[in-house]
């Protein structure tokens, strides 16, 4: 059974940091494009950031470029969004995901999820 969950959330100030970590089991972590996304109030879910299955390639959203850092650890078969320079816009429920065979910012190609974190950032 694959599992994916994230821990890290929580309340920060604007201009704080945050690191989000998803912890997999029940894969072959090694073989996943890991993503995350992240849904606000009342919003879809929307892309956050991707990244490859040997940490090789990365790609963020326009709206985190140069303030939030995905990374992988294979060996620990988990992945981190490092979130700098946080903004009251960014307070989400932040989700970890999974694809295989793909490296997509489409929600739809992701098809392990895990239950989300709050992220919480007051101005």
């Known amino acids: 059974q694959v599992q994916l969950v994230e821990s890290g959330g929580g309340l920060v100030q604007a201009g704080g940091s945050l690191r989000l970590s998803c912890a997999a089991s029940?894969?072959?972590?090694?073989?996943?494009?890991m993503g995350w996304f992240r849904q606000a109030p009342g919003k879809e879910r929307e892309y956050v950031a991707r990244i490859s299955f040997n940490g090789g390639s990365t790609h963020y959203a326009d709206s985190v470029k140069g303030r939030f850092t995905i990374s992988r650890d294979n060996a620990k078969n988990t992945s981190y969004l490092q979130m700098n320079s946080l903004k009251p816009e960014n307070t989400a429920v932040y989700f970890c995901?999974?694809?295989?065979?793909?490296?997509?910012?489409?929600?739809?190609?992701?098809?392990?999820w895990g239950q989300g974190t709050q992220v919480t950032v007051s101005s």
């Open positions: 995901t999974a694809a295989r065979n793909a490296y997509t910012s489409g929600r739809l190609d992701y098809g392990y």
């Open positions: 029940g894969l072959t972590f090694g073989s996943y494009t």
